[in-house]
């Protein structure tokens, strides 16, 4: 039967059928639906897009579209990730190879290649230094991690004021903890509005963008070897990518959206949602950009707010009150958010 339902639906939460369509709908409408409308859509259930009421299992409640989205983006970052890693191990893998054979005589100018592997710290230096100099309207640069600790913003600081001096336009992505680092607010302010900075739970790895023209990503894990990228397709799809974050981030100038949910903070919600995922600590800490130490201290306290015993029982806690996806704040205020926070009575008809 599963087997039958799966040829019957061969699609993903991007494209929903249209009888899953309808179901899903109803789903979100009324806060769950019988069991028994979604036998004939088992997709709903195959995609995660509906589970089981945890007060009576004879109703299905929807996962909030918010989530759905947010897996679908997430799924997009793995795949440029991904991307990433193999084109840079490939690169590396094959460049040896191309040292073998009769080069020619224009092989010993930079400029003609389109992919270049930068290895060392000083060939990287003197590539983004080349690029700087020749970069005349626009950089774009995602920079992971957590707080940026003041010899990484004091080595690039020349390469910045150079930049503004010749009117260069300047966009950087950061990780949310970022905002916490008193050196990343000082190199803004000397900068002006030359720099424009937002922050996202997540970002990429390291990317730097000069005129849309040539790109930097990391080609291992330490950094110490580079791509340089010259190839319009992938220089362009590179700043695809870093524009569609972009539009999801927030500026740094404004706050944090709150949570809508009393006593647990946006890091929290954040944090939540990557255990929903089933992620170790270790990953929740790297991909925030905080450490495993402040990591499990915020589970402490989503434990000891959401009155869970054990993992097994938070995560649990974490699905009833609606955490294990983003939230959006509600505009009437937080009281009717935080009334959330209680766990649903067996005989509530819904859990919104």
Known sequence: MAER??????????????????????AVRRGRVPRQDAEAVPCLLELALLHPDPDDMDWLVPTSPQEVMTRLLRGVYDEVS????????????????TRLGPQPAQASGA???????????SRIQAALDEATQACATEVLTVQPGGIRPEHELTEGLHRALALRG?????????????RHGHGLLNYLELMGE?????????VIDRLIVFDRT??????????????ELRHPA??????????????????LTAPLPDTGIEGISHREQSIAALLAEGHQDAVIAERLGISVRTCRAHIARLSETLGAASRTQLGVRIAQVGLDGPRRPMSGGSSSTAQSLSLPDQGSPTVR
Not at 111 to 121: F, K, M, N, Y
Not at 194 to 202: K, P
């Open 5 to 26: 339902g799966r040829d019957e639906h061969p699609h993903g939460a991007d494209r929903l059928c249209e009888a899953g369509d309808r179901v899903y709908s109803r």
């Open 82 to 97: 991904a991307s990433q890693r193999r084109m840079g191990s490939a690169v590396a893998a094959f460049e040896w190879y």
């Open 111 to 121: 400029e003609g290649t389109a992919i270049r592997v930068l290895d060392g710290p």
């Open 166 to 178: 010749r009117g260069v336009r300047m966009r950087d992505l950061y990780t949310h903890v970022a």
């Open 194 to 202: 030359s720099v424009e900075a937002r922050t996202l739970d997540e």
């Open 214 to 227: 040539v790109a930097f990503i990391p080609a291992n894990a330490d950094r110490t070897v580079a791509l």
């Open 234 to 251: 992938l220089v362009q799809y590179l700043g695809t990518v870093f524009e569609r974050f972009w539009r999801l981030a927030i500026p």
